[in-house]
């Protein structure tokens, strides 16, 4: 479908251009100023240029943060994408069933990300929690004192909490599938398995790459979530980059340091996005041959 | 046989799914001295008193009634000004058009960490500190591009004979828009207000850093309530099952439209 070419149609976009470039244009501009001043009070300033950068970069606690993240992102990734595959292809296809489950499944993701912290806080501690006591039975779990503990808690909260996303859209995916594919897969006699690599993946490729892209931004900008339930705890093994960010930002209120942090906090994050696209996209293409 | 066994596979996930809930509700309908006393898998004694406190207590429920108006005031934002760019983006080419959609994009990726303090500031030197439009407003950066990727995909499924025989029978285009388009997109429509509503709604940090009292949502008050000492785990439970009292409402009218949203392929 070709489309009409005319410029004039910038001024329907201009509505969204201005609201954004408020919440976004300003805001970034205000970090890189930051980025390149020393700060220390209304109206005094001195430019520092690519001081904070240096610093932030050899940081030794932000390297642990990112380090942190990305085995978390890692991760989450590795867990609920095969999970929400499996469930997509487990819910069931027509009748009442279809209706109750998207309810269901969906439940999770319309709850506050701090409730979701607040959930697991009554769930997991080991005085009034189910699961907290329910464990502590066998081995000693609290995720307060000890960080593995913690990263188990968040993981299971994490998984939880998003795996319904990638159920949903995978199941988009396959609701997506003409019925005639499976007739012919039925009559060469393919095997479930066949019929899932050779039709069901290939097919579901467009929305799972929508899920992998989400998934790994949503982690990798984690918040609330750890926010509430460890505080970054214990010790420093659960600060990731967002945790230490507004640690340094907005509570020891450090300008300078905090934006150049933002700045290359951002950059990674577009980074990786970018290249998971070509990346996943180069593979799809791949497949198609 | 096979049937059989992803049915309980998927029965025993969704087990899984509601326990936290469940134990939430369960912690909310005791007292505090209750909960801390003993270990019990469902409320002995059924009591009404969290609920009651935070239906009677101003500096509660008005974390509500926040939360709710700066919710509403960015979703008709975000679809007023996402409707119009969203047709230019399916039906026109125009210079700079896949720049454009990119950078809106770009800007669903941006740590909220990132703007929290450069939003503080720049709300406070326009003078819309404290208030719902500023939440609002700040909301807009991650739901205005979304609304956008969301109905853009809604719209380039219809066809574009039917704006053609809409121009040639002499309609205008925002008479066209408004009375032939939008009605034709609804369900598109709904969805997007949906996810609007959902990512607005769960968003803690830009709220929070945004609001002092007057327009504090009910997120930002459960975490002042969880940095005090003494913890009261049944009202924090009461205040957490309201929150999720609106998310089930809206997956309840809109449980038929996502089956249909989804059969589209877009989400």
Redesign the interface.
Known sequence: MEKWENNKAWFLVLPVFIIVAFSSIIPLMTVVNYSIQDIWGPGQRVFVGAEWFKEMMASKRLHDALWRQFLFSGLVLLIEMPLGILLALAMPKRGWGVSASLVTISLPLLIPWNTIGTIWIIFTRPDIGLFGAAVNNFVEFDHTARSLDAWITLMLMEVWHWTPLVALLAYAGLRAIPEAYYQAAKIDGASAWSTFWYIQLPKMRGVLTIAFLLRFMDSFLIYAEPFVLTGGGPGNSTTFLSIYLVKIALLQFDLGPGGAFSLIYFVIVLLFCYMFYQALQRVGKGEKV | M?VKK??I??AI??G??????Y??LN?SLRTNAD??GY?A?YPKDITFANYIKIFTDASWYSGYINSIIYVSINTV?SL???L??A???S?????G?KH?FFW?L?????????????????YSSVGLMDTHIAVA??H??FN??LA?WILEGFM?GVP?EIDETAFIDGYSLPRFFITIFIPLIRAGVGVTAFFCF?FS?????IAR?LTVTNAKP??AI??RT?SATGLD?GL??AA?ML??V???L???FA??H??KG??L???
């Open positions: 096979k992803k049915t596979g998927l996930y969704f899984l799914l509601l326990v936290p809930i134990w939430m912690m909960i801390l270990f898998l934002i007023v000004v996402a119009p760019a047709y230019a983006f039906r026109y080419r125009f210079l058009d454009m809106l770009t800007n669903r990726m941006a740590p909220a960490a990132v703007f929290a303090l450069p939003f503080f500031q720049l407003l700040a807009c950066l205005v591009p956008v380039s574009r959902m709604w769960v968003e803690l940090l850093t009910i997120a459960m975490t969880i785990y924090l439970a957490g929150t999720i609106p998310g089930m809206v997956i309840w449980r038929n996502m089956a989804f059969a392929g877009r989400v």
